[in-house]
Nanobody, 119 residues
Framework: HVQLVESGGGSVQAGGSLRLSCAASGYTYSNYCMGWFRQAPGKERERVVSIPSHGTKTYLDSVKGRFTVSQDNARTTLQMNSLEPEDTAMYYC????????????????WGQGTQVTVS
């Protein structure tokens, strides 16, 4: 049973920083993609960054230079700096077998989400 559990998030003023973590368990994929997505009220869910098991990470243009993702074994960490009010959203980590995709529907395992609010 594959499980993703997010932690971190919270409220911060513009220009501040937050760190999100995603702990994964129960998967044995040799080729996979881990992704961070976000969804603001009234908006579609969008990919923030995807981390392939083999290959290059892909960041959303609006977060490049501000967000950095790293992995340590089964934990994926999203460091978010210089936060802007537009970054306010529910953030989710997701996992899929195979190559990365920007489409949320392509991911079959999701965490419960963690709220990020920037004022």
């Amino acid at each position: 049973h594959v499980q993703l559990v997010e932690s971190g998030g919270g409220s911060v003023q513009a220009g501040g920083s937050l760190r999100l973590s995603c702990a994964a368990s129960g998967y044995t994929y040799s080729n996979y993609c881990m992704g961070w997505f976000r969804q603001a009220p009234g908006k579609e869910r969008e990919r923030v960054v995807s981390i392939p098991s083999h290959g290059t990470k892909t960041y959303l243009d609006s977060v490049k230079g501000r967000f950095t993702v790293s992995q340590d074994n089964a934990r994926t960490t999203l460091q978010m700096n210089s936060l802007e009010p537009e970054d306010t959203a529910m953030y989710y980590c997701a996992l899929r077998r195979g190559h990365c995709s920007a489409a949320p529907a392509d991911y079959n395992t999701w965490g419960q989400g963690t709220q990020v609010t920037v004022s």
